[in-house]
């Protein structure tokens, strides 16, 4: 509705959605990996695109099964011969299970943050696209920032310290918990968003996201212009 308005009062209007800028998870779980072996010299830039290789069509809970293991494991005895891959397997087994998607670490505030410093120096940029499906980046699409007047950030990151600052206006939509609930619930699984059955997507809703949004997103509030 909001776009529909400027653009009828010819303001021509971009939307970035902050979920687009997700890391996914074969660099959620890459970035973590150096802590486990900090003497180890290895392209963990190499290891990230083969666990994207490896994991990128599959289901979350299919990402990390044993076949997936074996060929990752396969990957580094190829490619790294002197060191030992089971405990690089092992690591990656760690983190996959220790994966947070409702902490702000998940997502490249930084990078969300420097492309919208470029557009309003009316730059050219590249956008990201992510899929919740497979949980990992999808296709980047061009803009030049000089053809747009209004540009609106949407997502529960929105109104994040790195974000807020490049803000002109700072918007918080407000929801009791039963609605914001329902809603997700309903673009989850009609919508066919995650790959997760009804029951595990109704217990990570219950469980992880609410608590999550009670921590890290209704604290932004408090730096909102309109409410």
Known sequence: FLVQKLNREGRKTLVISADDFYKGISRMVTEKLPAHFPDLEISWQEIEQAIRNTTKDKDFSEKFSENNLQSLSEYLKKNYPLINPEQIISAIKSEFQDVDFDNPTAVDLESLAGV????????????????????????????????????????????????????????????????????????????????????????????????????????????????
Not at 138 to 143: C, F, T, V
């Open 116 to 227: 919208l410093d470029k557009i309003k120096q009316n730059q050219e940029v590249e956008l990201p696209s992510y899929s919740m499906k497979v949980s990992e980046p999808g296709e980047r699409r061009k803009i030049n920032g000089a053809d747009y007047d209004v540009v609106l950030v949407e997502g529960i990151y929105g109104l994040n310290d790195k974000i807020a600052q490049q803000s002109d206006v700072k918007t918080f939509i407000e929801a009791n918990k039963r609605t914001l609930l329902m809603r997700r619930f309903r673009r989850d699984i009609l919508s066919g968003r995650t790959s997760f059955p009804p029951e595990t997507a109704l217990w990570i809703n219950l469980e992880i996201v609410l608590p999550a949004y009670n921590k890290h997103i209704l604290p932004d509030r408090q730096k909102s212009d309109l409410i």
